[in-house]
T-cell receptor
Framework: DARVTQTPRDKVTEMGQEVTMRCQPILGHNTVFWYRQTMMQGLELLAYFRNRAPLDDSGMPKDRFSAEMPDATLATLKIQPSEPRDSAVYFC??????????FGEGSWLTVV | RKEVEQDPGPFNVPEGATVAFNCTYSNSASQSFFWYRQDCRKEPKLLMSVYSSGNEDGRFTAQLNRASQYISLLIRDSKLSDSATYLCVVNRGNTPLVFGKGTRLSVIA
């Protein structure tokens, strides 16, 4: 079964540290999304790429978050410096235009 | 106001019961509609798409009312395995999916 792969699965880090999350989309999917999920806000779109080009990152705090897609098989989401309020589950998802999207298992981030 | 609103629940129902979830969306330009299911500590997964004429998949029935901007999901003969959070999702064409916060369902033996 093709699936979206995310690493790390769980991460506990200290405030101020850099966190990098990685995502391998499903082969052949041209659109990649980063979502963040918290109890308070639910699933929120942070950024997304189509054919590796960033289309919208307005949901992302620009001063500390950055998203890149260095090649078609890798998307990254970086937080530097991390803060306790960044604690959440970060999901990567991929899809093709007009079709459903598939989520990875998520990266569970705790910043202490 | 959130673009997609759902009753958070929880809905606690006995096995075999029929349960219905509702969802409203604010953007009349929304074109596609879905229900996703999310189990505890798992990723969201597509349960079913929602079509204008309404559609059924086994024990699950989804309906859309564009005039009222309202989507529903009906689950008949609830099973313990139906316990999960159900996310209402809308799409405005060539844009990312917008998710509701979800409705939590617990089916009790």
């Amino acid at each position: 079964d093709a699936r979206v792969t995310q690493t790390p699965r769980d991460k506990v880090t200290e405030m101020g540290q850099e966190v990098t999350m990685r995502c391998q989309p499903i082969l052949g999917h041209n659109t990649v999304f980063w979502y963040r999920q918290t109890m308070m806000q639910g699933l929120e779109l942070l950024a997304y790429f189509r054919n590796r080009a960033p289309l919208d990152d307005s949901g992302m705090p620009k001063d500390r978050f950055s998203a890149e897609m260095p090649d078609a098989t890798l998307a990254t989401l970086k937080i530097q410096p991390s803060e306790p309020r960044d604690s959440a589950v970060y999901f990567c998802a991929s899809g093709s235009e007009g079709n459903t999207i598939y989520f990875g298992e998520g990266s569970w981030l705790t910043v202490v | 106001r959130k673009e997609v609103e759902q009753d958070p629940g929880p809905f606690n129902v006995p096995e075999g019961a029929t349960v219905a979830f509702n969802c409203t969306y604010s953007n009349s330009a929304s074109q596609s509609f879905f229900w996703y299911r999310q189990d505890c500590r798992k990723e969201p997964k597509l349960l079913m798409s929602v079509y204008s004429s309404g559609n059924e998949d086994g024990r699950f029935t989804a309906q859309l009312n564009r005039a009222s901007q309202y989507i529903s999901l009906l689950i008949r003969d609830s099973k313990l395995s139906d316990s999960a959070t159900y996310l209402c999702v809308v799409n405005r064409g060539n844009t990312p999916l917008v998710f509701g916060k979800g409705t939590r369902l617990s089916v009790i033996a």
